[in-house]
């Protein structure tokens, strides 16, 4: 199982960033997906997951980025996405994606967002 | 807004026993399984018990977890310097609907 995160980087308050994970070594499209943050010198935040197609591809998030977060895949690339609008300061930390909604069996790296002016 | 709740830090010498605690509440691990993660610097985390007191394959002997009621524990028997890392219980919360993650205890090797 490999899971590879892109797509973070430094961006203002305000504005958007979209996360990638691409997946590796297993049937992706049979497993949820779910994403978890860690802000710096934090602990672990659970932001979002997304069902497999035969559980209607639901979604689920936290508070803290409800209406604002928006989790997808794409199972014939076998990659999940996080798109992150409206980012906040408090958005700031290394989001990892892992296999499953619970429990998470298996992380990608982080890819790390900073959110700043 | 639920809470899992950890000692911030935890320490003992080569070969001693630590216990780090996790407390909750019923729509947590009141009524769901715990796991336990472990983390070191810079690194994803890596799950390190499931089902309150299952060991992964690969996970040593030496961890082990156990859960009764809201509260749940993990014990590191014959303390290594490898197990230097930070630890999170975490378990579903229904009014979450997801996973919530203990507030972390870092583990020190003296």
């Known amino acids: 199982v490999q899971l590879v995160e892109s797509g973070g980087g430094l961006e203002q308050p305000g504005r958007s960033l979209r996360l990638s994970c691409a997946a590796s070594?297993?049937?992706?499209?049979?497993?949820?997906m779910s994403w978890v943050r860690q802000a710096p010198g934090k602990g672990l935040q659970w932001v979002s997951l997304?069902?497999?197609?035969?559980?209607?591809?639901?979604?689920e998030y936290a508070p803290s980025v409800k209406g604002r977060f928006t989790i997808s895949r794409d199972d014939s690339k076998s990659i999940a996405y996080l798109q992150m609008n409206s980012l906040k300061s408090e958005d700031t930390a290394v989001y990892y994606c892992?296999?499953?909604?619970?429990?998470?069996?298996?992380w990608g790296q982080g890819a790390l967002v900073t959110v700043s002016s | 807004q639920s809470v899992l709740t950890q000692p911030s830090s935890a320490s003992g010498t080569p070969g001693q026993r630590v216990i780090i605690s996790c407390s909750g509440s019923?729509?947590?691990?009141?009524?769901?399984?715990v796991y336990w993660y472990q983390q070191f610097p810079g690194a994803a985390p890596k799950l390190l018990i499931q089902?309150?007191?299952q060991r992964p394959s690969g996970v040593p002997d030496r961890f082990s977890g156990s859960k009764s009621g809201t509260s749940a524990s993990l014990a590191i028997n014959g303390l290594r310097s490898e197990d230097e890392a930070d630890y999170y219980c975490?378990?579903?919360?229904?009014?979450?609907?997801?996973?919530?993650f203990g507030t972390g205890t870092k583990v020190t090797v003296l």
């Open positions: 975490a378990a579903w919360d229904d009014s979450l609907s997801g996973p919530l």
């Open positions: 892992a296999t499953g909604a619970w429990p998470l069996e298996h």
């Open positions: 089902r309150n007191d």
């Open positions: 070594g297993f049937n992706f499209g049979v497993y949820a």
């Open positions: 997304i069902r497999s197609k035969a559980y209607g591809e639901t979604t």
């Open positions: 019923n729509s947590n691990m009141g009524t769901k399984n």
